[in-house]
C-alpha cells in the first residue's frame, strides 16, 4: 500500500483523538494513495456490474482479496495507528480483537434503502475510506452526531441505547429532524483516499443516498468491541423491532449482499 500509512510519516495518534473528541472526527488526507485507490475503484466496479448495478456489500478481508483493502486490514502499522487512536482516546490499553471489515457499494434503487439508517456502532473506533463518491448530485454524504455517549460499563446500559434509536419512530424522527436541517448534524463531504476516523460506539452516523445512476463506495474499519465477551442468547420472541440476538451483533448499516472471496465478479 502507498500513501500516507506507509509513509507513516506525520501521523499524531494522539492529535487525532483530540480532534475526534473536539470536532467529531479526524482525517488523513491521501491515507491511500492513486494505484491503490485505483485497484479498489476497479474492485468496486466489477462488484457493482456483477450485482447488476444495485447495492452490494462485503464483510471481512477474505471477501475483498485483491482489492488492496485485505492488505490494509492485515497492515501492522494500520493496526498501531488505530490501537494508538484508541488509547489515546480512551486511556486504556488498547485489546486484542481483529477488525471487523465492510465494504458497502451505494447504488441503484438499494441507494435509498440502505440510507438514513441512524445507528451506533459496536467497535470504538471506526475508520472510513471513501473509495468513489460522486462528484455531482447526491454524493451520500457522511452524516454525524458525534459523541453522544459514553463507553457504557454495563452491556445492559448499551442494549437500552440501541433499543431507544433501532425503532421505527426513533428513525422516522431521526430522518425527518435531518431532512429539515433542525438536529446538529455535522455533514462530511468525502474525498476518495482520505481517511475518517470517529467515535462509532459513541456517535449516532448514517450516510445520506446517492443518486441511483451513481456509485458511493466506502470500506470500514471497526476497532475494539467493549462488550466482545457478552453473551447473550437468541431471543424467541423481538424487542421493538430487532431481536435480543441482534443485540449482541454489531448494530451497523446492513450489508445487503454479502460476497465471499471466490466471487467471480468481486466487489
Avoid at 437500552?160 to 435531518?178: A, H
Avoid at 431481536?243 to 454489531?250: E, H, W
Amino acid at each position: 500500500m502507498e500513501g500516507r500509512m506507509a509513509e507513516g510519516a506525520g501521523i499524531d495518534p494522539a492529535a487525532l483523538a483530540a480532534a475526534i473528541e473536539r470536532e467529531g472526527f479526524a482525517t488523513i488526507p491521501n491515507f491511500v494513495g492513486a494505484e491503490d485507490l485505483e485497484r479498489m475503484r476497479a474492485f468496486v466496479g466489477r462488484a457493482v456490474e456483477g450485482s447488476g448495478g444495485e447495492y452490494v456489500g462485503f464483510t471481512g478481508p477474505d471477501a475483498v482479496e485483491g482489492s488492496g483493502l485485505d492488505e490494509l486490514a492485515n497492515s501492522p502499522s494500520f493496526r498501531s495507528l488505530m490501537e494508538k487512536i484508541y488509547e489515546a482516546g480512551t486511556g486504556r490499553a488498547p485489546p486484542s480483537q481483529p477488525f471487523y471489515q465492510v465494504l458497502r457499494c451505494l447504488t441503484g434503487q438499494g441507494s435509498r434503502r440502505n440510507s438514513y439508517l441512524f445507528h451506533y456502532d459496536s467497535y470504538v473506533v471506526t475508520a472510513l475510506v471513501p473509495i468513489m463518491v460522486p462528484s455531482s448530485g447526491l454524493s451520500g454524504d457522511l452524516l454525524l452526531l458525534p459523541n453522544t455517549r459514553g463507553i457504557r460499563s454495563n452491556y445492559l446500559f448499551n442494549v437500552i441505547d440501541k433499543l431507544i434509536l433501532d425503532n421505527k419512530l426513533s428513525q422516522f424522527l431521526l430522518r425527518q429532524l435531518t431532512l429539515k436541517g433542525w438536529l446538529p448534524i455535522t455533514r462530511i463531504k468525502m474525498v476518495p483516499g482520505t481517511m475518517y476516523f470517529f467515535w462509532g460506539y459513541r456517535t449516532i452516523h448514517t450516510n445520506e443516498p446517492c443518486d441511483p445512476d451513481k456509485v458511493r463506495s466506502t470500506a470500514l474499519f471497526h476497532y475494539a468491541n467493549p462488550h466482545k465477551d457478552v453473551k447473550v442468547p437468541a431471543a424467541k420472541r423481538p424487542v421493538g423491532n430487532i431481536g435480543l440476538g441482534a443485540l449482541a451483533t454489531p448494530m451497523r448499516v446492513p450489508v445487503a449482499n454479502v460476497h465471499a472471496a471466490s466471487t467471480s465478479a468481486p466487489n
